[in-house]
């Protein structure tokens, strides 16, 4: 049934793994390595059953190889699973295991943090493999200390096209008294409703985890809503900074934003949503597009870059952006269709030959 599946796009590779003595079940997909060796979150969600997590996976790791190529780094696509409850069933030795397996692949991935793991995790599983990134300690993109955690720059670089795609529909340059919901305020969606809220937004914040919603209630004087509200409420922009699909047939005739701007992976359940979107006059940004602060970050963290390099870097998402949204408006057809053609042109025209420079990735661990 795997080459059947309907989230199957000619994956390169695909490997299950089983340690009974610790409980790990995870999955390792690798979409495409055009571009360079696959780079990718390991992700550890309590999924309700395997094919939910084989979907998942198979979805991640495609849209990582869009996400590189539309952000120009030589870097493939891949992500990992990890099935399970990360508050409850998580221990430092599956975490080892997990790194066996991954060194086992022989760097054809290179694991990240991603949701359900942190960078301690991360540098557990490199007890055992070279093949893990995002863990360096040295001077984050703002100047800060940065133990490797890409999420500050995920989180900025969502800010800056969540800023784009104001300035694109509604015609405005400051975020003074802008309406946002956000659907996730972990580690991303936190960093995020801060950016907004310096900037003089009014927020409204769900999380599944209460102490998540109390810290920006109490710290950023959020306003709390329902599971069942947040992607719903009368706002100007909506950001899904948790699990993806949430845009389907159900949720996107219920919206009453005008832009969709979210950290979260594979918003879309299913491309047609793309046009369903567009249908409807809500300006999309596309997730791959503007989530892609991270993967950057990640990148540089082996080159030696300065933090001005990286954060000129993830300043690029808005003109990407706005690239998408004009293009998208001079041809009529959806933003998602320009991102993903974008991205194809990308990554299909990188031959192996033009990646033979030094790979800034090839002394992880």
């Given at each position: 049934?795997?080459?059947?599946?309907?989230?199957?796009?000619?994956?390169?590779h695909?490997?299950?793994f089983?340690?009974?003595?610790?409980g790990?079940k995870?999955?390792?997909?690798?979409?495409?390595?055009?571009?360079?060796?696959?780079?990718?979150?390991?992700?550890?969600f309590?999924?309700?059953?395997?094919?939910?997590?084989?979907?998942?996976?198979?979805?991640?790791?495609?849209g990582?190889?869009?996400?590189s190529?539309?952000?120009?780094?030589?870097?493939?696509?891949?992500?990992s699973?990890?099935?399970?409850d990360?508050?409850?069933?998580?221990?430092?030795a599956?975490?080892?295991?997990?790194g066996?397996?991954?060194?086992?692949?022989?760097?054809?991935?290179?694991?990240?943090?991603?949701?359900g793991?942190?960078?301690?995790d991360?540098?557990?599983?490199?007890?055992?493999?070279?093949?893990?990134a995002?863990?360096?300690?040295r001077?984050?993109?703002?100047?800060?200390?940065?133990?490797g955690?890409?999420?500050?720059?995920t989180?900025?670089?969502?800010?800056i096209g969540?800023?784009?795609?104001?300035?694109?529909?509604?015609?405005?340059?400051?975020?003074?008294g802008?309406?946002?919901a956000?659907q996730?305020i972990g580690?991303?969606?936190?960093?995020?409703?801060?950016?907004l809220?310096?900037?003089?937004?009014?927020?409204?914040?769900?999380?599944?985890?209460?102490d998540?919603?109390?810290?920006?209630?109490?710290?950023l004087?959020a306003r709390?809503?329902?599971?069942?509200?947040?992607?719903?409420?009368?706002?100007?922009?909506?950001a899904?900074?948790?699990?993806?699909?949430?845009?389907?047939?159900?949720?996107i005739?219920?919206?009453?934003?005008?832009?969709?701007a979210?950290?979260?992976?594979?918003?879309?359940?299913?491309?047609?949503?793309?046009?369903?979107?567009?249908d409807?006059?809500?300006?999309?940004?596309?997730?791959?597009?503007?989530?892609?602060?991270?993967?950057?970050d990640?990148?540089?963290?082996r080159?030696?870059a300065?933090?001005?390099?990286?954060?000129?870097?993830?300043?690029t998402?808005?003109?990407?952006?706005?690239?998408?949204f004009?293009r998208?408006?001079r041809s009529?057809?959806?933003?998602?269709e320009?991102a993903n053609?974008?991205?194809?042109?990308?990554?299909?025209?990188?031959?192996?030959?033009?990646?033979?420079?030094?790979?800034?990735?090839?002394?992880?661990?």
């Amino acid at each position: 049934m795997l080459f059947s599946h309907p989230e199957f796009d000619n994956h390169e590779h695909l490997s299950f793994f089983c340690d009974p003595e610790t409980g790990l079940k995870a999955i390792v997909a690798i979409h495409n390595t055009s571009r360079g060796p696959a780079l990718g979150g390991c992700r550890m969600f309590p999924y309700t059953s395997d094919e939910e997590a084989l979907r998942d996976v198979l979805r991640l790791s495609r849209g990582m190889t869009y996400k590189s190529a539309l952000a120009n780094l030589d870097l493939g696509g891949g992500k990992s699973v990890i099935i399970g409850d990360p508050r409850k069933h998580k221990t430092e030795a599956m975490m080892e295991a997990m790194g066996r397996h991954l060194e086992s692949l022989g760097g054809q991935y290179i694991a990240a943090e991603d949701s359900g793991t942190s960078v301690p995790d991360l540098k557990v599983m490199g007890r055992h493999t070279r093949y893990v990134a995002g863990i360096a300690s040295r001077t984050g993109f703002d100047g800060n200390p940065s133990n490797g955690d890409p999420s500050p720059a995920t989180a900025y670089g969502t800010f800056i096209g969540l800023k784009a795609a104001v300035k694109h529909k509604l015609g405005r340059n400051d975020l003074k008294g802008l309406k946002v919901a956000i659907q996730g305020i972990g580690n991303v969606g936190f960093r995020l409703a801060k950016h907004l809220a310096e900037a003089g937004a009014e927020l409204w914040v769900y999380d599944i985890h209460e102490d998540n919603m109390r810290r920006a209630v109490d710290q950023l004087g959020a306003r709390p809503a329902s599971a069942e509200d947040i992607l719903f409420l009368p706002v100007d922009v909506v950001a899904p900074c948790a699990m993806g699909a949430v845009l389907n047939d159900n949720s996107i005739p219920q919206l009453q934003a005008g832009i969709i701007a979210g950290a979260a992976n594979n918003l879309l359940e299913h491309p047609e949503h793309d046009a369903m979107l567009r249908d409807r006059g809500i300006l999309y940004a596309p997730d791959f597009a503007i989530n892609a602060g991270g993967i950057i970050d990640v990148f540089y963290e082996r080159t030696g870059a300065t933090p001005e390099t990286v954060r000129a870097h993830v300043d690029t998402i808005g003109d990407t952006l706005t690239e998408i949204f004009n293009r998208s408006d001079r041809s009529g057809r959806p933003t998602g269709e320009i991102a993903n053609e974008l991205a194809e042109e990308r990554f299909q025209k990188h031959t192996a030959g033009a990646g033979l420079a030094p790979d800034p990735l090839a002394r992880v661990g």
